[in-house]
Every structure is written in C-alpha cells, then in structure tokens.
C-alpha cells in the first residue's frame, strides 16, 4: 500500500514538472532526448501556461509541489552566486511570499485551540496574514493588555502533507542507497532522517517557542540582535503569539541604503553571530534566511538585526565543535596538513587515508579561496571541487552537519548581498582562537581553577578524613591484593604437585604395562 501510494506521488511530481514545462531540462539531455515525444501526448503538456517567465514557471511548480520543495527554493534563493538574477529574485518569494489559507479558516483554528471566540483571545485580529510561510502563517493582533503580538498558525493538514513527502524521500534514498555508486558514502536515509527530525520540530509550535526563549536569554544583553518575546500563557502545539517586532527585511537592501545604514557593519554582524551561536551557546538558528531576519533601524552607524521564526535550531556535540574549530583555524592558516589529519582523525573520511596525498587535494581546493574579497570568491566551485575531492577519498556525508553547512550557506548568501567585499574568514579567525584558547588554552586551564576553586574551598575541611578515608581503603585493597598473591602463590605449589603426580602415575602405567608384555 505504501508502495502504491510512494508511486501516486511520484506521478503527482512529474505531472506538476511537466505542467510548469521543467520537463524540458531533462529531456533536453541526450540520453532522454528520445521521450521527448511522449510528453507531447500528455494533457499536462498541452494545458501548461504559455507566458510565464522561466524563473516563474520553477516558482509556481515549488509552490505547488508542497512545503518540503518551498523550503529547496528557499535555500537557493539565497545563492545568488550559483543562479541566475531572474531565478534568484523570483525564488525570494519564497521566503514569505507562499500562497496563504483563508484568514477565516485561521479564525476557526484559533477558537478551536483555545476553546473560545477569537474576540475573548485578542482585542484586536486581523483576518489578513501579515506573512504566509511553507509551514504556517501569520497574523497582526493585540491582546486585552493592549500589547501588539503576531499570531502564527499551523497550516491545517500540513501533518499528513509533510508525512507523504517525507515517506518519498526515504522511498528514493532507499533506491539511492541501494544502486547509486555514491549512495552509502552519502547516507541519504541519515540526511532524510535528520530533515524530517527538523521537520518535525516545526510542527510543534511550544518547541519553537521554547527555542525562542533559550535564544533570546543567550542574547539578553547583545548588541547585535534582538529576539522578541514570547507570550507563554497563549502558545499552544498550534498557534503561538509573539511580541511584534518592527524592522526592515534584510533583503530590501535599497531601503537599507537609503535610511544610511552600515552595511559592512551588517555583514560582520552576521558572521560574529552564526560563531558565536555555534560555538560559545552551542545553539544556532538553523533556518536564517532573508525571510526570517530584519534589521533595526534606530542605530544607522551600528544596526542590529531582528530574529524571527525559531522552528529551526541546530547543536553540536563537543567532538564536532572542537573539530570544526580546528579545521576553520587550519584553513585559515592553510595548514592543510592540520585539516587532513583532523578529517581522519574525526573519522569523516576512512582510517587509513593516505594524509600526505588527501593535503595535497585539499590544497588544490582551498588555495584558491584565500587573499581574495568575497565578491571574487566563487563558492559554488570551491563546493564542487570538493565534492569532487570527497568522492575520491569515501568522505562520508555527515548528517548531524547538515543543519551547520546549510546554515552558513545562508549566512554567506546574506554577506554577499549586504556587503560583497566581506571577508568572512578574517572576520571568524579571531573569534575561533579566543574560542580554542579558552577550551584548550591557558585561558582553559585558569577558567578550571576558577570554576572549580568554590568545590576544593568547600570540601578543604574534609580532606583529612578523605585521605584517611583513601589511604584505609588503599590498605584494605593493599590486604585483599596481598592475600590474593597468597593464594595465586599456593595455587601455583598445587598445580605443581598435581603436575608431579600425574607424571609419576603415566610413568608407572607405562612400566606396569611393559612388565605386562614381558610376561606375555
């Protein structure tokens, strides 16, 4: 049954592909170039609109495909780099422009979770979304306290929609990893298994208000961003409200200018948050793209962003983010070297890799990257380059990396549109050696001590009767130890006496028994 309906779906795509005339790219290919006929006698061929733009066309086929393809476009629309401007600009709709359910409809989820008319919920509701998203949508309102908040809702049945897809993609990365070369060495059930982990965290709006929360207290004090409040005694699994926030999107880089804001400051801003959230909080915001990021403008000289939508977080554990850190500061270094043995080392590629030959391929990806501004740095090559480098030595995907390398993908296609000449590693390089210097460093050492002087001073008064504790226990060991020897020394004089009586018992049947021939 599952197979069947995996099969529906598959049909369902292809059909939506042909439909928008994305078809074309691939049977545009030699080897499909001779199925190019049998579109022609599909309904969806003859019924697919004739004057839409390219990029418009692989917009409205994303749209409709579903939310997990919305979320695909979302991603590239940031890569301004690797697509086309007709296709990056149409594909940034996304980002908060997805087609919205009805506002009434939002009423009637709203009177549902909380079991009342709307009018007894909020003072004020407006029907209209303020923005419509893969996942939910929001709406402007104001509580009885005259707070102004944003409302946001769970699309109705987006459940079962993100269900179907995802068991798809585990349909297809199952056949991946079963006859696609690259498939083990990818790990697509892993990949897919941590996007539907993410997925799911979505769908449960007290988990991302929780994560607003944490955020927003690892940032209480921060000049560099603000993350709003959440209003605790009106979330439920479905619906949260949030204080609302007033900014400018990140994205309208021309308004951006035009109120005077520092834009290198931006850029840098950026950078030392994505760090700072991975490496000294351990929790990042996993889904920053220019849809979900604004920017305050009351500080032209020195502006902050604004944070929104927390559905989304990434962790590491303390294995990753050391190893990371080292491979950053290697890079940086170009210690590649450094960067070899930390990749076996870790285990992202298989022990046994030849150090001194993977270098010299990192080398040959990576120098090229450095001593030049961002606007000259191409990406999207050094990436493939490296994919090229990973299939030679069985690198491994690493799923729990996913969220991470996604995350500055984004991080790096909003540096590049805010101020193109960043240079994003300089600006991490002293974040990461204070980082390191703290963890492994002096500062590591003396951040010890001082952590750990209030237990000593605390338990000071009891170590005489620890150490005579300690040194009675040693005793006690020292006895049981020495009365262990005893035995083992006894055990040994037994086995030796068993051993002579033995041979002294096969020597005398072997005698008894040669008097016994004699006498025959």
């Known amino acids: 049954m599952r197979l069947i309906r995996q099969l529906i779906r598959l049909v369902s795509i292809y059909r939506i592909i042909v439909r928008y005339g994305l078809d074309e790219l ?23 609109p004739k004057k839409l733009t390219r990029a418009m066309r692989i917009r409205l086929a994303l749209e409709e495909l579903g939310p997990i393809f919305i979320k695909f476009g979302q991603i590239l629309s940031t890569r301004r780099d690797l697509l086309p401007d007709d296709i990056a600009l149409e594909l940034a709709k996304l980002q908060d422009n997805v087609p919205p359910f009805h506002g009434e409809q939002a009423r009637k989820i709203i009177e549902q979770a909380y079991e009342r008319p709307v009018e007894e919920v909020f003072a004020h509701f407006d029907s209209t979304p303020l923005a419509a998203a893969s996942i939910a949508q929001v709406h402007v309102a104001r509580l009885h306290n005259g707070r102004e908040v944003v409302v946001k809702i769970l699309r109705p049945g987006i459940e079962a929609n993100i269900h179907k897809d995802i068991e798809l993609l585990y349909f297809l990365a199952n056949i991946a990893n079963r006859y696609w070369a690259d498939g083990r060495r990818l790990r697509p059930m892993e990949v897919v298994a941590e996007f539907e982990k993410n997925l799911q965290d979505e769908l449960d709006l007290v988990k991302e208000a929780a994560n607003a929360t944490l955020l927003r207290r690892n940032f209480k004090d921060s000049d560099l961003i603000y993350i709003p409040e959440v209003e605790w005694d009106y979330t439920l699994q479905n619906v949260m ?18 109120q005077g804001m520092n834009l290198k400051h931006l850029a840098e801003a950026g950078v030392e948050i994505f760090f700072t959230q991975v490496f000294r909080d351990n929790f990042f915001h996993a889904d920053m793209h220019p849809g979900n990021i604004f920017v305050d403008p009351s500080k032209p000289n020195s502006p902050s962003y604004i944070a929104v939508d927390f559905g989304i977080m990434g962790t590491l554990s303390t294995e990753d983010q050391h190893y990371l850190a080292a491979n950053f500061l290697a890079f940086f270094r170009r210690d590649y070297h450094r960067v070899a043995e ?8 298989p022990e046994g890799t030849k150090i001194e030959e993977f270098e010299g391929a990192i080398r040959s990806v990576c120098e090229p990257i450095f ?3 961002l606007k000259d740095i191409s990406f999207g090559l050094v990436l493939l380059r490296l994919f090229q480098t990973a299939r030679r030595f069985n690198m491994e995907v690493q799923p729990q990396l996913v969220l991470l390398q996604k ?4 991080i790096e296609g909003l540096g590049r549109q805010l101020y193109p000449d960043l240079d994003l590693w300089q600006t991490a390089k002293p974040f990461l050696e204070r980082w390191m210097d703290e963890r492994v460093g002096m500062r590591a050492f003396i951040k010890g001590i001082r952590n750990n002087l209030p237990l000593w001073i605390e338990k000071m008064p009891e170590m005489p009767l620890l150490i005579h504790e300690s040194l009675s226990q ?20 037994d086995m030796q006496q068993f051993h002579q009586r033995l041979i002294l018992i096969l020597v005398t049947s072997v005698i008894a028994a040669g008097f016994g021939i004699v006498f025959l």
């Open 407 to 410: 995350t500055l993908l984004n």
């Open 342 to 349: 930390l990749h076996v080392h870790s285990e992202w590629v």
């Open 26 to 48: 691939l049977l545009s290919t030699k080897i499909f170039r001779p199925l190019r006929l049998l579109s022609y006698l599909t309904l969806d061929y003859w019924l697919r």
């Open 241 to 258: 409200v949030i204080e609302r926030i007033k900014g400018i999107p990140v994205s309208n880089i021309e308004t951006l200018k035009q």
């Open 371 to 373: 001593d030049k501004p």
């Open 474 to 493: 040693d005793q006690i060991k020292s006895q049981q130890l020495k009365h262990l020897n005893n035995e083992l020394i006894q055990m040994r004089k």
